[in-house]
């Protein structure tokens, strides 16, 4: 018996044109991966950001501008919170109404804050706000007040 003059299997030829339709299938394959990674990193940058927003608005009511107008706050180690404060409308002195005794300040203010993300700026924000500063029993500064200097 004689062997085959030929012998089944693929031609050089074959195998080239099977590796170029894997590869031009691959190509789109790829940037979709790519793309949708992207766009994935975006969303989670997005909805951190949203959480903290929503955090430091809770930790905003707080804070009383006309006590403390400035002051920074570590609520992580790599996350930092940074306000100053401008006023608005400058505090008031009048007396309490339906109250014998005491005097209460009021002004408005917006606060600016800033978000700081491993000794970066993330991002800023602004809250306007009611600060005051009130003494029960007119006493002289510094003796009895809520919400001012102590």
């Known amino acids: ?17 099977a590796l170029v339709i894997i590869g031009v299938t691959l190509i789109p394959v790829m ?5 949708a990674s992207r766009q994935l990193a975006v969303a989670a940058d997005v909805t951190q950001r949203a959480f903290v ?24 180690p790599t996350l930092h919170l940074r306000w100053t404060t401008e006023e608005l409308v400058a505090p008031t002195k009048k007396a309490m109404p339906g109250s ?4 209460t300040r009021v002004g408005f203010y917006r606060i600016n804050m800033v978000v700081i993300r491993d000794d970066q700026e993330w ?3 602004s ?9 029960p029993l007119g006493l002289a500064p510094g003796m009895g007040e809520i919400g001012g200097p102590r």
């Open 100 to 103: 014998r005794a005491g005097d």
């Open 53 to 76: 927003q929503q955090t430091l608005l809770a930790y905003c009511e707080t804070i009383n501008p006309l006590s403390t107008p400035a002051g920074e706050v570590e609520l992580t």
């Open 31 to 35: 940037a979709f991966l790519t793309n």
């Open 127 to 135: 809250v306007r706000k009611v600060g005051f500063q009130f003494n």
């Open 1 to 17: 018996m004689t062997p085959p003059s030929h012998t089944r299997g693929f031609t050089l030829l074959e195998a080239i044109v």
């Open 123 to 125: 991002f800023s924000y």
